[in-house]
């Protein structure tokens, strides 16, 4: 510090960020953080407090805290810090939203609030807080997959809510159309909702039509998987976009191929999801077999023991065994993976694994599901070919991703109606490709 300021000039701002709790039982405790801000703090004009180590796996989560982790948790230890020194304290962490940071500015807890993945989701969020619009922000959902997790595969970070964000050349402002269409998209999740908004934007007629009584599809069920209820936060987003728009929502009604000729539209866009995939197993006895769906939904009553099968190495997996677990089952998790959650974000893998771990959950990988009988389920090695044998189950759950709902493409296939499909109905991914893809057509029509 003292070599920083020799060389550079009297109004040259130098601030330190330092981890306030390093989580790790080796790492910097809150006491000893505090020592050290403490005897730095006289050389500084400003401290930045977050938490976690990126040394250690438990601490790493901190680095960028998934949903799972409270908002605005660095907040107290932030305040603490404030009572023991003169320069203004700034705090991050899960401060997704301006009353939040309001909040923690107010209580007097710190001088400055950090906040990243907000502006990332809305970068138009001072403005709108400005304007008093709250309402109108796209909250950041903590969900880690399209910033932080595209930064770890080594690709441009974005946001699963705002595809635009770091494709601002191709997607930003948007040019109007040149000729307002008849826009019919078929499906209420997040691709159909998405594609609705932005077509709308760009001056379109748009009707969305959705076969349920809610708007959300799949998203609705992937709040329900334990500390996941801020995903939900993207359909609260989505909703809002849909009332601040133009567009016409129908819902309950089922789209087949006699409704679109019937309305005959300018143009088609199909976002009809898809469903739980059904593995191909040898069967031979009555052991209970229920999908992820079901278990979330509330629509089956599972045994004690329970074996999850878990295709994807997703959050589906992972979430429903940790349900299950929670509600007092003996649970054994198996992935097809080389380990569960294999494909998310390693932040909220970690977190999920660390849940499993506590509950006592065994997770055995490299595992496929061959097939069961009365209380036996038979796995193959997938490296080895050998089989694993898993004896004492009363219910199997499969999560094994998901296939396409083709009623509608099979339907036009034999029509001469042209339509987009988007998302999960062109191939079942995640919510991050079906937005992404909702605005990329959206923005050509
Ligand atoms: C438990 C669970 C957890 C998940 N967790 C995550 C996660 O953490 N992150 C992530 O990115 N993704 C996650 N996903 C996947 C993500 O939810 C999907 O990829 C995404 O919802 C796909 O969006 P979509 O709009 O293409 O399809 P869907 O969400 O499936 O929506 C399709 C909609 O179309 C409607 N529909 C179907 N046919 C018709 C018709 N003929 N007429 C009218 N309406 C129709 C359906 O009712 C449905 O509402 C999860 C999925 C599940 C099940
Ligand atoms: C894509 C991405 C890149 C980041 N890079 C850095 C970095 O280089 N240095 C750093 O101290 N923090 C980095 N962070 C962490 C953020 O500064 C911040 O502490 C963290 O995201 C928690 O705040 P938030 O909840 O407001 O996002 C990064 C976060 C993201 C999402
Ligand atoms: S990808 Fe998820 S965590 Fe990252 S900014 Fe967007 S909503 Fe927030």
């Known amino acids: 510090m003292q070599d920083i300021r020799s060389k550079t000039s009297e109004d040259f701002i130098m601030g330190l960020r330092i981890s306030g709790n390093e989580m790790d039982p080796e790492g910097l405790s809150e006491d000893e953080s505090l020592e050290a801000i403490e005897a730095l703090a006289g050389g500084l004009d400003y401290v930045n407090v977050i938490a976690g180590n990126s040394s250690s796996t438990g601490g790493a989560i901190h680095i960028v805290p998934p949903m799972t982790v409270k908002n605005a948790y660095?907040?107290?230890?932030?305040?603490?810090?404030?009572?023991?020194?003169?320069?203004?304290?700034?705090?991050?962490?899960?401060?997704?939203?301006?009353?939040?940071?309001?909040?923690?500015?107010?209580?007097?807890?710190?001088?400055?609030?950090?906040?990243?993945?907000?502006?990332?989701?809305?970068?138009?969020m001072p403005n709108k807080a400005m304007q008093g619009r709250v309402d109108d922000i796209r909250a950041c959902i903590g969900c880690n997959q399209a910033c932080i997790g595209h930064f770890q595969m080594g690709l441009p970070i974005s946001c699963i809510q705002n595809p635009q964000s770091g494709r601002e050349i191709v997607f930003k402002n948007l040019k109007p159309a040149s000729r307002s269409k008849r826009v019919m998209v078929v499906g209420g999740g997040p691709a159909g909702?998405?594609?609705?908004?932005?077509?709308?934007?760009?001056?379109?007629?748009?009707?969305?039509?959705?076969?349920?009584?809610?708007?959300?599809?799949?998203?609705?069920?992937?709040?329900?998987?334990?500390?996941r209820a801020e995903f939900g936060g993207l359909v609260t987003n989505l909703l809002r976009e849909l009332e601040l728009s133009q567009v016409q929502v129908r819902k309950g009604v089922r789209v087949d191929r006699q409704l679109i000729e019937q309305l005959d539209p300018d143009a088609v866009i199909v976002a009809t999801g898809a469903r739980p995939f059904e593995p191909d197993m040898v069967r031979d006895g009555e052991i209970q077999v229920v999908n992820a769906w079901q278990v979330l939904q509330g629509d089956v009553a599972v045994g004690s023991s329970v074996l999850v099968t878990d295709w994807r190495s997703d959050w589906i997996g992972i979430g429903v065994a940790e349900q299950l677990a929670r509600k007092g089952c003996s649970v054994r998790l198996a992935v097809n993976g080389r380990m569960a959650g294999e494909t998310i974000p390693s932040y909220v893998r970690d977190h999920s694994i660390a849940a499993l771990h506590r509950l006592g959950v065994p997770i055995i990988p490299y595992a496929r599901l061959y097939g069961c009988d009365t209380d036996t389920v038979y796995l193959q090695h997938t490296a080895s070919g050998e089989p694993m044998v898993i004896e004492g189950v009363d219910t199997l759950v499969l999560c094994h991703g998901h296939a396409p709902d083709m009623t509608l493409s099979e339907a036009l296939d034999a029509s001469s109606i042209h339509a987009y499909f988007i998302g999960d109905c062109l191939a079942p991914r995640t919510a991050e490709e079906a937005i992404y893809e909702a605005v990329k057509v959206a923005s050509t029509l």
Not at 84 to 112: H, K, Y
């Open 74 to 124: 660095m907040a107290p230890f932030a305040a603490k810090v404030r009572k023991r020194i003169r320069i203004p304290v700034f705090v991050a962490g899960r401060i997704n939203q301006p009353q939040e940071a309001e909040a923690v500015l107010s209580n007097g807890q710190a001088d400055v609030c950090g906040m990243t993945r907000a502006l990332i989701s809305d970068p138009e």
């Open 193 to 227: 909702m998405k594609a609705a908004v932005t077509a709308a934007a760009r001056g379109h007629d748009v009707t969305l039509f959705e076969a349920q009584e809610r708007l959300g599809g799949q998203a609705l069920l992937a709040q329900l998987l334990p500390g």
